[in-house]
């Protein structure tokens, strides 16, 4: 398998920290010392979760110098679809002009690990010869679940979507492959970070009985507990598969939950500043567009290069743990 291409959408709407202090009777200041994000992206009026994925798709293949109607899947990761059905890869094929016909597209769902499950996914169906160009991207809509009476939760996220395109070797190359693959997970951490309303249990229908239900609750703490004590081990056994551990790593490409866990990277696990793609600041944690964020801005940042040992690594609710050790 080989990366050939990303592309990111950057939705319209900038809305900085201080901009929701105003909004919110913050004192000035409180959303960037508590989140440690100073602007973020949220859609403007017509961006929907297909249409952000969409862009995203199409700059990756104009990087790739091919069209929609080179893929043979597109695989979408989000959190909250844009609507129950049809899918949202449905109507992001749909946004491409794509001819369908044999083109295969559907949605996954990992939380936060989305486009690492997609990844994983398409390195399967390359391998297997299922497919021969595969599109993943993952498109997230999260201010429109937020409760800002939560300053940790509501100042942290922002929207976007971004996607990679990837092809099969027909002949090895060296620098081209995927030498990693790790997914783990420990559910009884499943109330760390929660949105308990909007499905099956509690809907317009059946309604919750707090309509707050319908944001999300997240346990930062929890959450970094969980990190802190599964993450060593969770990274020492993809080593072992990859062959070269995260300080040895060229690029780490993570997935920009908080700045604690941006910390944690550097400092506990010994990763040099300069190797950690970090872009919290000024995206926040986009949840499953945040990691192909970062790596689109690697890449078309010149801070890839052929051969690198490469680590795409992320957390997700539940608690999960996924990574993708590559050459690129």
Same mark, same amino acid.
């Given at each position: 398998?080989?990366?050939?291409?990303?592309?990111?959408?950057?939705?319209?709407?900038?809305?900085?920290?201080?901009?929701?202090?105003?909004?919110?009777?913050?004192?000035?200041?409180?959303?960037?010392?508590?989140?440690?994000?100073?602007?973020?992206?949220?859609?403007?009026?017509?961006?929907?979760?297909?249409?952000?994925?969409?862009?995203?798709?199409?700059?990756?293949?104009?990087?790739?110098?091919?069209?929609?109607?080179?893929?043979?899947?597109?695989?979408?990761?989000?959190?909250?679809?844009?609507?129950?059905?049809?899918?949202?890869?449905?109507?992001?094929?749909?946004?491409?002009?794509?001819?369908?016909?044999?083109?295969?597209?559907?949605?996954?769902?990992?939380?936060?690990?989305?486009?690492?499950?997609?990844?994983?996914?398409?390195?399967?169906?390359?391998?297997?010869?299922?497919?021969?160009?595969?599109? /993943?991207?993952?498109?997230?809509?999260?201010?429109?679940?937020?409760?800002?009476?939560?300053?940790?939760?509501?100042?942290?996220?922002?929207?976007?979507?971004?996607? @990679?395109?990837?092809?099969?070797?027909?002949?090895?190359?060296?620098?081209?492959?995927?030498?990693?693959?790790?997914?783990?997970?420990?559910?009884?951490?499943?109330?760390?970070?929660?949105?308990?309303?909007?499905?099956?249990?509690?809907?317009?229908?059946?309604?919750?009985?707090?309509?707050?239900?319908?944001?999300?609750?997240?346990?930062?703490?929890?959450?970094?507990?969980?990190?802190?004590?599964?993450?060593?081990?969770?990274?020492?056994?993809?080593?072992?598969? @990859?062959?070269?551990?995260?300080?040895?790593?060229?690029?780490?490409?993570?997935?920009?939950?908080?700045?604690?866990?941006?910390?944690?990277?550097?400092?506990?696990?010994?990763?040099?500043?300069?190797?950690? /793609?970090?872009?919290?600041?000024?995206?926040?944690?986009?949840?499953?567009?945040?990691?192909?964020?970062?790596?689109?801005?690697?890449?078309?940042?010149?801070?890839?290069?052929?051969?690198?040992?490469?680590?795409?690594?992320?957390?997700?609710?539940?608690?999960?743990?996924?990574? /993708?050790?590559?050459?690129?």
């Amino acid at each position: 398998m080989r990366l050939v291409g990303t592309g990111v959408h950057e939705p319209g709407r900038v809305v900085t920290s201080l901009a929701l202090d105003a909004e919110h009777g913050r004192a000035p200041g409180t959303t960037e010392q508590r989140c440690e994000v100073v602007s973020r992206r949220w859609v403007a009026p017509g961006e929907t979760s297909s249409v952000m994925a969409a862009s995203a798709v199409r700059q990756a293949l104009d990087v790739a110098g091919m069209g929609v109607q080179d893929l043979d899947a597109l695989v979408v990761a989000a959190v909250v679809p844009e609507q129950p059905m049809p899918t949202t890869a449905v109507l992001t094929l749909r946004e491409l002009g794509g001819p369908g016909g044999d083109t295969e597209a559907f949605d996954v769902n990992s939380s936060s690990l989305g486009f690492l499950t997609g990844v994983e996914i398409a390195a399967l169906g390359l391998a297997a010869g299922r497919w021969g160009t595969v599109g /993943v991207v993952a498109t997230e809509v999260a201010s429109a679940r937020l409760d800002h009476d939560d300053v940790e939760a509501s100042g942290l996220f922002g929207d976007g979507a971004a996607a @990679a395109v990837l092809v099969r070797e027909l002949v090895r190359r060296p620098g081209s492959a995927v030498v990693g693959l790790r997914f783990e997970l420990w559910p009884d951490a499943a109330g760390a970070s929660v949105i308990a309303a909007g499905g099956t249990r509690w809907n317009t229908a059946t309604p919750p009985p707090d309509d707050r239900a319908y944001r999300l609750v997240m346990d930062s703490p929890a959450v970094a507990r969980a990190t802190a004590a599964h993450l060593p081990g969770f990274l020492a056994a993809l080593a072992g598969q @990859a062959g070269f551990t995260l300080p040895e790593a060229d690029l780490v490409v993570p997935h920009q939950a908080s700045a604690a866990g941006l910390r944690l990277l550097r400092e506990r696990l010994g990763v040099p500043d300069e190797r950690v /793609v970090d872009i919290l600041t000024d995206h926040g944690n986009q949840v499953s567009a945040s990691l192909p964020t970062a790596l689109h801005t690697a890449a078309s940042g010149g801070r890839l290069a052929r051969g690198d040992r490469v680590v795409l690594v992320g957390t997700g609710a539940g608690f999960g743990l996924g990574a /993708v050790a590559l050459r690129y």
